[in-house]
């Protein structure tokens, strides 16, 4: 069942991937290897844990990036997406480097769809690049992409993208690497080469999640749990309200918080946030009581793991009506406390909230992109109408609005 103003995700999977070959036969002239997909996710709770050491639970989205590939002898790594301007990026393997050289200025040249410097081909170059330094056998590629993960909407379009390069790579050359080692290279990837100091959350969620869950990651130590997520089984369900107010984590704010957080951590006295136990939250905001702003980074960071904890407890023994005011209480330390929420946000946490939502939060990096709202089913359609009445009254964007359903994670498509 959509909201009001929805639009269908990721439908037709397989005439999805039998155009992605076409594309990619039009493009170099021969029918690829392989096809292979990696989702986006939406983040249920655990918002900026992640390079914290702490916990997150993403969940796999339906829309996908789709990869068509085939390997290349030659050393000769050549680029296409279907969603971005202009033509094939060619590079040569050999001559990949973060640092600015012939690679990046190819892929400065390559602005197509892109939200960070050195353009969209900077995620599937960075991931080869990351296999290469690994030292995994890599020749060339021919790749084509074509995605429904939105862009800029914090969904996780540049781990989609990575994600699936990965894996098509993995698969041409028969690396044997698993799914979570996969997810950290592509990390590797957008950290070192493309120049966003993420965490690993994005990446394990596209690598490793399954449909029907919540993936429940520790990402101090990598353990996951899938945890059964049947709203519909529930008379629930989860909305993804897409703002259009395209973020950019490249731009330094991310950064920022990042840099604030272990500022706290080394000032506490621990190697990360993580290790801040809950009760112990109020001496430790005192100690900090001398910088306000890494004190209001601390206590989000503590009270997000502690959200995390209860919310997967709550899932265990059945009670998903119980995580809305989890959800509602995660969006206000975001907006408060880290400071990554906007006004498109807020308002559509506080007009889903005020038509009947049981829970509301912004999900992802912040500064624009998406908020989920948990509700009734019987309610899903009023919520839907009532955020895009807000929006449009308010001057916004018209919000995209569509339901989250837990989906797979990266697979190659037979």
């Not at 781990?159 to 290279?185: F, M």
């Not at 353990?223 to 703002?243: C, K, M, N, S, Y």
């Not at 918080?257 to 190697?271: N, S």
């Amino acid at each position: 069942m959509a909201a009001h103003g929805a639009v269908t995700p990721a439908t037709g999977h397989a005439h999805r991937a039998r155009h992605t070959a076409e594309r990619f036969a039009a493009v170099y002239g021969a029918a690829p290897t392989g096809l292979w997909a990696a989702p986006g996710r939406v983040n249920l709770i655990g918002e900026h844990t992640d390079y914290n050491d702490g916990f997150v639970m993403p969940l796999a989205l339906p829309h996908t990036t789709i990869a068509a590939a085939s390997a290349r002898t030659d050393g000769v790594l050549r680029l296409h997406s279907g969603g971005a301007d202009g033509g094939i990026v060619e590079l040569r393997t050999d001559e990949l480097r973060p640092a600015p050289g012939p690679a990046s200025e190819a892929l400065e040249r390559s602005r197509g769809g892109a939200q960070r410097s050195g353009g969209w081909a900077a995620y599937p170059a960075g991931v080869v690049w990351a296999m290469q330094e690994a030292g995994l056998p890599l020749g060339g590629a021919d790749l084509h992409f074509e995605s429904t993960v939105p862009t800029g909407a914090g969904l996780s379009s540049s781990a989609a993208l990575e994600v699936a390069t990965a894996l098509a790579l993995n698969d041409l050359y028969a690396l044997g690497q698993e799914p979570q080692r996969l997810a950290q290279l592509a990390q590797r990837a957008e950290n070192a080469f493309v120049g966003v100091p993420c965490g690993i959350m994005d990446q394990t969620a596209a690598a490793c999640c399954t449909a029907g869950h919540a993936l429940f990651l520790d990402t101090r130590d990598l353990t996951r749990r899938q945890i059964p997520f049947d709203l519909a089984g529930e008379g629930l369900r989860l909305l993804v309200v897409d703002t259009r107010v395209q973020h950019e984590l490249g731009d330094g704010a991310y950064a920022e918080r990042r840099a604030g957080c272990e500022r706290g951590a080394r000032a506490l006295g621990v190697r990360a946030l993580r290790e801040v136990p809950y009760a112990h939250l109020p001496a430790a905001l005192a100690e900090l009581a001398g910088d306000p702003v890494v004190q209001a980074l601390v206590r989000h960071i503590v009270t997000e793991n502690h959200r995390v904890e209860e919310v997967v407890a709550h899932l265990d023994a059945g009670r998903s009506r119980a995580i809305g005011p989890l959800l509602t209480a995660g969006h206000a330390s975001l907006r408060d406390d880290f400071k990554i929420s906007c006004r498109e946000l807020d308002l559509a946490v506080d007009t889903a909230l005020a038509a009947g939502a049981l829970g509301a939060r912004m999900t992802g990096g912040g500064f624009g992109g998406s908020a989920i709202v948990l509700v009734e089913e019987a309610d899903a359609t009023a919520v839907g109408a009532a955020v895009t009445e807000a929006f449009a009254a308010a001057g916004h964007a018209r919000p995209r609005i569509f339901e989250a359903v837990p989906g797979a994670g990266a697979h190659r498509i037979e």
